[in-house]
């Protein structure tokens, strides 16, 4: 039953995301895409299934799965920036390599959590540093969303989200707990603006992930701090609040766009 609602539920994200790409813009659905929703979802289950101190646990430790995430995103910029000829695919197996690396090395760091949730930070910093110069672009010919169109994004959705989890399944506790943190929103929400688009489109998405990842790292910190103390039925909806607050903050700030 939590594999069925994992599936429905990141589905619908990703189908939602792209929809908001095209009906106001790649920058507020980049931004978006680090709301909490499917860390949200898991972080309330494994409260509710192994106790509020093991979610809190894990909340931490699933940050090192954004840094991974974040180095994912950049390789897919650099490679679809330079490569023309089977982009997709070449950017899409470029950054899945480099997150298996990223989130391999991160496996050695030592459990300490003031250490991970400083590397986080660090990380949000540095990648909205490499990626700020970025112009911030609109889909100005959107596709018409019919039936076929979101019935085919839900399927391409579903089957990757699917397939990584099949393949944890696979592959043995330790790679299993690497691609526990394989953005399986994130990455079919990229590929279908890729396909569907420019890989200005995706840049843009890009670009703002990172900053749109902050409420991510809030709501995983606050699950951290609140969880214990709190449980899951309070301390869900304030550490919601935390990340909404952030997320309406920097939605409000200035921006400007390119049309293309």
Avoid at 17 to 30: D, F, H, Y
Avoid at 249 to 254: K, T, V, W
């Amino acid at each position: 039953m939590l594999l069925l609602i994992k599936i429905l539920s990141a589905t619908l994200i990703v189908v939602t995301l792209s929809v908001i790409a095209e009906k106001a813009s790649p920058r507020v659905s980049g931004l978006l895409a680090g709301y909490p929703l499917g860390t949200a979802l898991a972080l309330f289950f494994y409260g509710y299934e192994l106790g509020p101190r093991f979610a809190a646990d894990a909340a931490v430790y699933a940050l090192l799965g954004l840094v991974a995430t974040e180095c994912f995103v950049y390789v897919y910029y650099q490679l679809s920036s330079k490569i023309r000829r089977w982009s997709v695919f070449v950017s899409s197996l470029g950054a899945s390599a480099t997150f298996l690396l990223a989130a391999r090395l991160f496996s050695f760091l030592p459990p300490e959590p003031a250490l991970v949730i400083a590397l986080t930070v660090l990380s949000m910093a540095i990648f909205i540093f490499l990626l700020h110069r970025l112009p911030d672009v609109v889909i100005d010919r959107p596709v018409r969303l019919g039936p076929g169109i979101l019935s085919l994004r839900a399927l391409l959705s579903a089957a990757i989200i699917v397939g990584i989890t099949a393949l944890a399944g696979l592959v043995g506790e330790r790679w299993a707990g690497l691609l526990s943190g394989f953005p399986i929103t994130l990455f079919p929400f990229i590929l279908i603006i890729h396909l569907t688009y420019r890989p200005a489109h995706v840049h843009t998405i890009i670009k703002n992930f990172p900053r749109g990842m902050g409420a991510l790292v809030l709501y995983a910190i606050s699950v951290f701090l609140l969880y214990p103390r709190l449980g899951i039925w309070l301390g869900t909806p304030a550490a919601f609040a935390v990340a909404t607050l952030y997320l309406a903050a920097i939605l409000s700030g200035p921006r400007s766009a390119r049309v293309e």
